[in-house]
């Protein structure tokens, strides 16, 4: 257990709009992840951080960005929702190199009408 | 992208039974893990396989790291009505850990 929060749990948006999806870590763990999870698909890896501002993407990042200030926090954007963003998003954490288990957080279930 | 091919894709059996379930790539591995999740939650890590041939338990759940590297069994023996949930198998091989998923294996346990 990686003491990992996300919020929102829930949300409900319009096609169009900005949408921000926050990760709260609290073991100090150096690499973060951002995963969506669909019918059929499993998780998918978006976008990930190996650290304070380094980030890169994963095999699904079009459409989304992701900042990392701080090493507790890394938000995931989606720039302009559409419906095909709809979807269950998972946070995850990793400690260190070596190490390479993940661990996840509750997730945000997010509809896009 | 590529995913790996997880089977079952869904188990239905009584409790009491053994539970057996693979998942197979294309491609080599250097690390297997398993996780369960539940409904609502995110997945949680129940193995984890770092060599080829390792075969590593955690209670009644025993998974083996397959001899080529591009497979990996999860066995759960002798099931419990707390089992159900989706299984994924999942494979890391490269930097920074970037885990491939399997699609699940779900599985729902009967009295």
């Known amino acids: 257990d990686a003491g990992i929060t996300q919020s929102p749990r829930h949300k409900v948006t319009e096609t169009g709009t900005p949408v921000t999806l926050r990760c709260h870590q609290t073991?100090?763990?150096?690499?973060m992840y951002w995963y969506r999870q669909d019918p059929g698909h499993g998780l998918r890896l978006i976008h990930y951080s190996y650290g304070v501002k380094d980030t890169d993407k994963g095999e699904v990042s079009d459409g989304y960005s992701v900042s990392r200030s701080k090493t507790e926090d890394f938000l995931l954007t989606l720039e302009s929702a559409t419906s095909s963003q709809t979807s269950v998003y998972f946070c995850?954490?990793?400690?260190?190199?070596?190490?390479?288990?993940?661990?996840f957080g509750p997730g945000t279930r997010l509809l896009v009408l | 992208g590529q995913q790996l091919n997880q089977s079952p894709q869904s188990m239905f059996i009584q409790e009491g039974e053994d539970v057996s379930m693979n998942c197979t790539s294309s491609?080599?591995?250097?690390?297997w893990l398993w996780y369960k999740q539940e409904p609502g939650e995110g997945p949680v890590l129940l193995i984890a396989l770092y060599k080829a041939g390792e075969l590593t338990s955690n209670g009644r759940l025993t998974a083996q790291f397959g001899i080529t590297r591009k497979d990996s069994f999860l066995n759960i023996s002798a099931s419990i009505p707390s089992d159900v949930g989706i299984y994924f198998c999942a494979g890391q091989r490269g930097t920074a850990s970037k885990l491939t998923f399997g699609t699940g294996t779900r599985l729902q346990v009967t009295l």
């Open positions: 491609s080599i591995f250097n690390t």
């Open positions: 995850a954490t990793r400690s260190r190199e070596g190490q390479e288990t993940q661990y």
């Open positions: 073991e100090n763990h150096r690499y």
